[in-house]
């Protein structure tokens, strides 16, 4: 991607021929096998920059569909369009701060979040210290009808005399282009987003999926989200934003949830039963394992594994379910010799607590071609190394 500055951003909203060029390559074959073509035409028109600019821009606005409903009318800057919230999530998290009148979106990117707190009907101060970015986020307000309910800034928010009455926060996760996990190592860092609370108690911080239960406070609810069985992001609840559990997993669509409030026996190991559940990641990354578990009546194979097994298949959106077909010892002489009897023509291959490279594995599988799928779970149970053969169940709502 070409980078965008802001003279490109003045001339992609300033001139008609830009615009009558975005247009026109709205319903133009845009794959990487005809760059050549289209950077071509548009430089008859356009200088080199230009030319790219535009055409990335009409790239962009094809991926932003999925997250933005207007994203044919909208403008982009490609690294914050990877890293802005999908719409569903956006839709969702809006729910807590419905009910305030004024709320910062702080590390605001192109606006996904701030477009979401303003059809919610709130007045939004957006923040962004990247200039391209904080005038993307304008012009994405205006495009979607938003403007009057939308005050944009380009500044570091840590300096700002914020007058409001919630504050969502995304820190920068990325240093160098690498992402970063820990909250020491976001920019801002969680001690600056912790001393906010002084002026503004009720706070939401989006942080890395992978974050660190140690580094989390105390008074902090933590929320994790999937999308169709995919983990987005998670979320870290401050003040009256908070619903009163520590832990939440949250899933998406539907609006699914388990939260530490929930009932979470002890679970029993034991060795596969009729079923085996594998948990949604959020589920997995709110250590509510326990919670699933007791809504489904099922135990563990192994203390340090999160796969659940059971003698009867009880239709739940938190994880995907398996009839086990055969299980034992690790040994691939043996799996082979069930694949064959099986008549299984493709494999997938899971594993946890299992050192095997599931690619190289699959390899040495004997197939049979147009044969059904299954799947192999490598795993241990009870502390021994395990395979379960399993077909997946399609119940998952």
Partial sequence: MYPLTLDLVDFLTGAEAAAAALDALRVADLRDAVTLERITELRKSFSPEQAAVLLDQARLRQKAVVKFPHAARMFFDDEALQQASSRAVAVYRVGRFAHYR???????????????????????????????????????????????????????????????????????RRVEGRRVFGLDAMTPPLAAILALRECVPDVAVKVAPGVDHAEIPAEAEVEFISERGEMKEAVLWF?????????????????????????????????????????????????????????????????????????????????????????????????????????????????????VDPGEFRRRLKLTPGGSQMTVFLTHVQGKPWMVLGEEIGVRS
Avoid at 106 to 118: N, R, S, W
Avoid at 257 to 278: N, W
Wanted: one cysteine or more.
């Fill in 239 to 355: 003040g009256d934003l908070r619903t009163g559990a520590a832990r939440r997993a949250t899933l998406l669509p539907g609006l699914h949830q388990l939260d530490s409030l929930m009932p979470a026996d002890e679970i029993p190991l034991t060795e596969p039963r009729a079923y085996l559940y594998e948990p949604d990641p959020a589920v997995l990354r709110a250590t509510l394992v326990k919670t699933l578990a007791t809504q489904l009546g099922a135990a563990q194979m192994d203390a340090d594994i999160a796969y659940l097994t059971s003698d009867r298949l009880v239709e739940t959106p938190f994880a995907r379910a398996w009839r086990v077909v055969r299980h034992g010892p690790f040994n691939l002489k043996t799996l082979n010799r069930w694949l064959r009897q099986l008549g299984a023509g493709d494999v997938v291959v899971k594993k946890r607590g299992s050192p």
């Fill in 102 to 172: 004024r709320v910062a979106d702080l590390g605001c990117g192109i606006g996904a979040d701030t477009l979401a707190l303003a059809e919610a009907g709130v007045e939004v101060l957006a923040v962004e210290l990247d200039p391209v970015r904080a005038r993307l986020a304008i012009l994405n307000a205006a495009a979607c009808g938003l403007a009057e309910r939308v005050r944009a800034v380009c500044a570091d928010w840590t300096t700002l005399a914020l007058d409001v009455d919630a504050a969502f926060v995304d820190p920068a």
